[in-house]
């Protein structure tokens, strides 16, 4: 299915895992918004990852074959770093797991942040980061930052998949009793409650 048809879905209360979810079946077929460099730019203005003007003004320098590889690059990042948290999600992540994101770092060893004192809320000043967009290769950047922030700020204890049954989403539980079990009620806590009326009446009809 074309990524242009559908939104692409943030519902994971994770920046992090929302660049995992960046592949999906939201409806019966999959739809990976990433597919190609068109793809990336447009997912990483709708997650809010890469100001608009930096994306246009990339789009007028180089070509799209360039942001196609990224976009290859970003989706074997995806893969990567999905095998990472399907490994280590429901548990405290430990100094241990440090060995397995050796790749991440190296990403992030090429970043090219620097800060600066600008103006704040009425007369004060504030200190901000931003960042030198210098390349395609540069969009990686903001996606390893949200990647790495998960791995920092979150409690992997609460990192779970959505239990429907074709669902590959993940999200952040950060629901009060941490009692939350789909990606989106709308979706498939819908689809649950559905099913689950069949099969009360198909035990009905069978009684």
Known sequence: MDYRQIPAMFLADAPGLDFLNS???PVDEAVDWICDGEGLLA???QAGMAPPEVLETLRAQFASTEFDAVAAQ?????????RFVRERKGRPLVAG????????NQLLERDELYGAVVPGAGPALQFR???????PESLLMPIAEALARLVCDEDFTYVK?????????LFADHTRGHARR?????VC???AKVAAHRKRLKEQEGG
Not at 98 to 104: E, R, T
Request: net charge positive; charged share 30%.
């Open 74 to 82: 970003a989706r074997a990042l995806r893969e990567w770093f999905r």
């Open 129 to 135: 980061e931003s960042r030198r967009w210098k390349s």
């Open 43 to 45: 997912w990483l203005e």
């Open 97 to 104: 797991d440090l060995v397995g994101l050796a790749p991440l």
């Open 189 to 191: 806590g819908n689809r």
């Open 182 to 186: 789909w990606c989106s009620m709308a």
């Open 23 to 25: 592949v999906a079946t």
């Open 161 to 169: 998949a959505c239990e429907g049954p074709r669902c590959t989403l």
